[in-house]
């Protein structure tokens, strides 16, 4: 079974603290085997952190 995690940050810190966190949750599912997805919602730290998935705040925001 895979689990999947979403992570939103809506700031600077959010996105390194973000980031650190997708390292080391995929440093653990790779030791332990799981089968991880995760979903970021934040900036380009999070983005090179390597989530599955991944967008920036201003890309879901409409146009006015």
């Known amino acids: 079974m ?3 995690i979403f992570l939103s940050t809506g700031e600077v810190s ?3 603290h973000g980031a650190a966190l997708i390292e080391a949750l995929q440093a653990a599912a790779g030791r332990r085997h ?3 997805e995760i979903w970021a919602l934040g900036g380009d730290r999070m983005a090179a952190a390597g989530p599955a998935s991944w967008a ?3 890309t879901l925001a409409p146009s006015v």
């Open 34 to 36: 799981w089968q991880l």
């Open 14 to 16: 959010g996105d390194y």
């Open 56 to 58: 920036t705040p201003c």
């Open 2 to 4: 895979k689990t999947r």
